[in-house]
């Protein structure tokens, strides 16, 4: 019988990468979850029985680096990256942002998703194929106000996409971002509250100016984002790569100053 395969997501203790975790694990995967947080990824541990876990801080590359070795050392092979963990970085004018969470933020959101797929390619080469899932955001098709360092990664991820699909391509190796829109959860109400702060207006405004950036004035579940992670990581995924995916009920304009 052969093995089942070996997925490694970032930043999968809490929020929409434990979700993907559960999905690879529904799916037959074997699963191993990093995340900085590692109170959270106990706790994440104990409700997934099975799953292997490093507390890695993905913009440390000493820190990929171990984990990729024990990652190794554990399964001797990777099937599927995703690279999901990111933080929204400073909400602000870019005049007010200081150099040091610019810094953070490009460290985390970019340097991170560089350190794991420097790693996991040579992996996956060695399998003769595989995915690489890069968590991007809306935010990467369009300008976005007050959330320039968060916004110039995540458009950088999809130029990153884009050339690793180019490069890995001819080894059998998929390469796609996820462009989620406003996701439910802890983040988002957080976003949503240092906004709301921001401009001087209640939560709940800033919630129904976030949904009618919409067509279909939604907010988008983990299970949705996990779902097409876990697709474009199949067979029936085989033929996409090198794409940047909205799931966001089609936003039409982060863009709200007027609002
Ligand atoms: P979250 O804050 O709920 O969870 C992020 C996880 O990443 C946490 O467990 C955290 O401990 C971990 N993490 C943070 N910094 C890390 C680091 N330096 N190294 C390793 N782990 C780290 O966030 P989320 O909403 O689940 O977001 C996951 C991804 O989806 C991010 O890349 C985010 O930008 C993207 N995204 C989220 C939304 C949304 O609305 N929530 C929308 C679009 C894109």
């Known amino acids: 019988m052969s093995e089942s395969p070996v997925m490694l997501v970032t930043g999968g203790a809490t929020g929409i990468g434990r979700v993907i975790a559960d999905r690879f694990i529904r799916g037959g995967y074997r699963v191993h979850v990093s995340d900085v947080d590692g109170d959270a990824l106990q706790r994440c541990a104990a409700a997934m029985p099975g799953i292997s876990t490093s507390v890695a801080d993905v913009a440390d590359v000493d820190a990929v680096n171990a984990m990729f070795d024990q990652l190794d050392k554990t399964y001797g092979r990777l099937d599927v990256l995703v690279n999901n963990a990111g933080i929204s970085g400073p909400t602000a004018a ?58 110039a990664c995540k458009w950088a991820m999809v130029g990153f996409t884009k050339t690793l699909a180019m490069e890995l391509g001819p080894f059998g190796v998929r390469v796609n971002a996820l462009c989620p829109g406003s996701v439910e959860g802890p983040r988002i109400d957080g976003v949503i509250e240092r906004d709301a702060a921001t401009r001087h207006k209640t939560p709940a405004e800033i919630r129904e100016i ?49 609002d």
Not at 219 to 236: P, T
């Open 94 to 151: 870019v005049e007010d942002i200081v150099p040091a969470d610019w810094e953070r933020t490009i460290a985390v959101d970019l340097n991170g998703q560089f350190y794991c797929a420097r790693r996991a390619v040579p992996m996956l080469k060695a399998r003769g194929g595989g995915s690489i899932v890069n968590i991007s955001s809306n935010a990467a098709f369009f300008g976005f106000p007050l959330r320039a360092p968060y916004t």
């Open 210 to 258: 976030y949904a009618r950036q919409s067509s279909m004035r939604l907010f988008v579940k983990a299970e949705d984002v996990a779902n097409m992670a876990f697709f474009l990581c199949s067979a029936e995924g085989a033929t996409i790569s090198g794409q940047a995916i909205g799931i966001d009920g089609h936003t039409e304009s982060l863009s709200n100053w007027l």
